[in-house]
């Protein structure tokens, strides 16, 4: 499977953002879709998944401002992002697994990544 993120850029604080992972050679029925970002200095870390069958979930911390979708006619998933804050300034991923649902926030069980969009937010 093939994965292409897109979408980032640079917001303003309090701003909205949708970034976009496309598959190729694959389809997001057939794997859990992850999100991921990686600040500067810091762990990757787990933003929001869409399993094949269509559950959701998201960190935490991000819940009620991320949110995680599918376009299963796209091929794609998406990542809704309101209420920017400074801190949400990174590096996202998006990456795929086989492993199951309860393994989905660990980014050293996903077997494939796409290249990463940044995404930068401006205060």
């Known amino acids: 499977v093939q994965l292409q993120a897109s979408g980032g850029g640079l917001v303003q604080a309090g701003g909205s953002l949708r970034l976009s992972c496309a598959y190729s050679?694959?389809?997001?029925?057939?794997?859990?879709t992850g999100w991921f970002r990686q600040a500067p200095g810091k762990e990757r870390e787990f933003v929001a998944a869409a399993g094949w069958s269509g559950n959701t979930d998201s960190a935490d911390s991000m819940r009620g401002r991320f949110t995680i979708s599918r376009d299963t006619a796209k091929n794609t998933v998406y990542l809704q992002m309101n209420g920017v804050k400074s801190e949400d300034t990174a590096v996202y991923y998006c990456?795929?697994?086989?492993?199951?649902?309860?393994?989905?926030?660990?980014?050293?069980?996903?077997?494939?990544w796409g290249q990463g969009t940044l995404v930068t937010v401006s205060s």
């Open positions: 990456a795929a697994t086989r492993k199951i649902w309860g393994a989905r926030a660990r980014p050293d069980l996903y077997g494939y």
């Open positions: 050679k694959g389809t997001v029925r057939q794997y859990t």
